[in-house]
């Protein structure tokens, strides 16, 4: 029960990738070249920030900003990484890069920093299990499969059944995550982020076909059938999230957004 990304892990061995790298690295390169670090709480003309979590702000501009979306779109073409690592995730790592080359004022380290960098995406990918809570189905039976994914029916007794194989600390985490009621159940090998919106788009196409069965039904015209992803109906906070689990239980991710 797999989504669609089963390519193998990146890696750099051949003329092509140690081509690909040279251009990362005079990427990255231009990128810094753009930023400018903000002194406390200095102002600075330039019409961006990056406001970092251990208090590093750099400023930047429209060229910058290219430059950014370009490295992004670089680096997902190496290998299966378009298909297993998030846009969001890769952007993301990268300005943290970016932040550690600005502080060390230098790109003496450079090829050590790139290195960790790479290694450090390679590594979010794993095999994750993602539920996608879904609006306007009751189940009679426990579970469905449908194509590559499955359609799962979670009781309170399974839920009950669930914690009572997980050590103690997770049991909080899996009752705030996954509750009762109808779920898409999608497994795959990527990043916590792209195994998400894998699991959203494989989601999609489940209800699709959903629809046109309730649409084919003898009574199919009579009365009003709303099938969907739960967070598309409404975002009170009753609703029930997008629930992320790394194989392993190494983490919880609960997202109520779908990206």
């Given at each position: 029960?797999t989504?669609?990304?089963?390519a193998?892990?990146?890696?750099?061995?051949?003329?092509q990738?140690?081509k690909?790298?040279?251009t990362?690295?005079?990427?990255?390169?231009s990128v810094?070249s753009?930023?400018?670090?903000v002194?406390?709480?200095?102002?600075?003309?330039?019409?961006?920030?990056?406001?970092e979590?251990?208090g590093?702000?750099f400023?930047?501009?429209?060229?910058a900003l290219?430059?950014?979306?370009?490295t992004?779109a670089h680096l997902?073409?190496?290998?299966?990484?378009?298909?297993?690592?998030?846009e969001?995730?890769?952007?993301?790592?990268l300005?943290?890069?970016v932040?550690?080359?600005?502080?060390?004022?230098?790109?003496?380290r450079?090829?050590?920093?790139?290195?960790?960098?790479?290694?450090?995406?390679?590594?979010s990918?794993s095999?994750?299990?993602?539920?996608?809570?879904?609006f306007?189905?009751?189940m009679?039976?426990?579970?469905?499969k449908?194509?590559s994914?499955?359609l799962?029916?979670v009781?309170q007794g399974l839920l009950?059944r669930?914690c009572?194989?997980?050590?103690?600390?997770?049991?909080?985490?899996?009752?705030?995550g996954?509750?009762?009621?109808v779920y898409v159940r999608?497994?795959?090998?990527a990043?916590a982020?792209r195994?998400?919106e894998?699991?959203y788009e494989?989601?999609r196409r489940v209800?699709d076909?959903?629809r046109?069965?309730?649409?084919?039904?003898?009574?199919?015209?009579r009365?009003?059938?709303?099938i969907?992803p739960?967070e598309?109906?409404?975002l009170?906070?009753?609703n029930?999230?997008?629930c992320?689990?790394?194989?392993?239980?190494?983490?919880?991710e609960?997202?109520?957004r779908?990206?």
């Amino acid at each position: 029960m797999t989504c669609s990304a089963d390519a193998t892990a990146p890696h750099s061995t051949s003329a092509q990738d140690e081509k690909w790298l040279a251009t990362l690295k005079d990427m990255v390169k231009s990128v810094v070249s753009q930023m400018v670090v903000v002194q406390g709480d200095q102002q600075s003309a330039l019409p961006l920030a990056y406001q970092e979590a251990r208090g590093i702000t750099f400023a930047y501009g429209e060229q910058a900003l290219d430059l950014v979306n370009r490295t992004n779109a670089h680096l997902l073409t190496q290998k299966s990484w378009g298909l297993k690592v998030s846009e969001k995730f890769v952007s993301d790592r990268l300005m943290r890069l970016v932040r550690t080359l600005l502080v060390e004022k230098g790109d003496e380290r450079l090829d050590a920093h790139l290195g960790e960098f790479l290694q450090d995406i390679a590594g979010s990918v794993s095999r994750q299990t993602v539920f996608v809570p879904v609006f306007g189905l009751s189940m009679r039976v426990d579970s469905w499969k449908i194509g590559s994914v499955e359609l799962l029916n979670v009781t309170q007794g399974l839920l009950d059944r669930w914690c009572s194989e997980v050590h103690e600390v997770y049991v909080p985490l899996l009752r705030a995550g996954v509750g009762v009621g109808v779920y898409v159940r999608c497994a795959c090998e990527a990043e916590a982020n792209r195994a998400k919106e894998l699991a959203y788009e494989e989601t999609r196409r489940v209800i699709d076909l959903l629809r046109f069965s309730v649409a084919l039904k003898a009574n199919g015209g009579r009365g009003r059938y709303v099938i969907a992803p739960e967070e598309e109906i409404n975002l009170q906070p009753e609703n029930r999230n997008i629930c992320i689990i790394p194989d392993g239980l190494r983490s919880f991710e609960v997202n109520s957004r779908a990206a």
